[in-house]
């Protein structure tokens, strides 16, 4: 009879741990959801330069008419081409960088922290026996991060070397025209805006935590745990942040509003200092980086 007891507390252990699983879950891909949601809305609010993509439509027009030996219509594309960037070129305060297309990219590494960290000690070894490729192909998948693109195209040296190009056609200088035009073609510059995934879910969980704390108790203490989860998961993935706040501050804070949920639960400025730190913390996490 014992036994029996305690088989039913184990078994109701374990589907209550199942039910915070699932809800902390629940919660961590509304996050995702709601990330990707924003990320959406300022790509469709990113000002792409019509006139920036028709010049390189035509570029490729260019090329491939000289292919065909059609000189005269190359030239003529070629001219159509350099009068969309002089517009371009002509606008107040044109930037450097023209925006001319753009994707989002969402890779979330599905193992567990033990994963992450078994992971990192097979590509340790790897390099120590400089089996390099082997250890790129792991660490390309320890990612947990949404990813704006934008591919830019250079207002500097762009309309720059088309205009070259028409000199050499002008000149009959055939394929050093195609060579500048094919050069051009691979001058775009990408700019990826990262966003780690595991802060986005540590931040979204805190605040059903905050929500939940006056009323549901286990329910703020269940998100608050998978909140450090999802902390540990970035600090291995090795996200960092310009911020002056620290994974182990983060951490500590958690751990002060756990305290505090258990106590007397007066825990709301707590809350609101742990998330204002979070916040900043992630904020200063997102990444710019020019390809």
């Known amino acids: 009879m014992k036994k029996f007891l305690i088989s039913i507390a184990t078994a109701t252990l374990l589907v209550n741990g199942a039910f915070a699983s699932v809800a902390s879950k629940a919660e961590s891909n509304k996050a995702i959801s709601q990330a990707k949601t924003k990320v959406k809305k300022e790509q469709k609010e990113l000002k792409i330069v019509q006139e920036a993509v028709d010049a390189v439509t035509l570029t490729n027009k260019v090329l491939a008419e000289l292919e065909k030996g059609n000189k005269d219509q190359a030239i003529k594309y070629l ?3 350099i009068g969309k960037l002089e517009v371009v070129l002509s606008t107040p305060n044109a930037p450097a960088l023209i925006p001319i297309n753009s994707s989002i990219e969402v890779v979330d590494f599905p193992g567990t922290l033990q994963d992450i960290k078994t992971a990192i000690i097979s590509v340790k070894a790897l390099l120590k026996e400089n089996r390099i490729q082997e250890a790129r192909r792991i660490l390309d998948t320890l990612r947990s991060e949404i990813v704006f693109k934008v591919i830019n195209l250079p207002l500097a040296s762009y309309p720059a070397a088309l205009k070259l ?9 055939v394929d050093e025209a195609k060579i500048v035009l094919n050069q051009a ?12 995934i595991p802060l986005l879910q ?17 329910k703020a203490l269940d998100m608050l745990a998978e909140a450090k989860k999802d902390i540990k998961r970035a600090e291995a993935l090795g996200y960092t942040s310009d911020s002056d706040t620290t ?5 500590e804070l958690i751990e002060k509003v756990e305290k505090e949920i258990k106590g007397k639960n ?3 400025k707590l809350f609101e200092e742990l998330l204002e730190k979070l916040k ?3 904020e200063k996490a997102v990444k710019k980086i020019n390809k």
């Open 266 to 268: 007066e825990a709301q």
């Open 202 to 218: 540590a931040i979204h969980l805190v605040e059903v935590a905050k929500d939940a704390a006056k009323k549901d108790k286990k």
């Open 185 to 196: 073609l691979t001058t775009f510059v990408e700019v990826d805006v990262i966003t780690p």
């Open 247 to 251: 994974y182990k501050m983060l951490n």
């Open 79 to 81: 001219e159509d081409a």
């Open 165 to 173: 190009a028409a000199k050499f056609l002008h000149e009959n200088r």
């Open 280 to 282: 900043e913390f992630k």
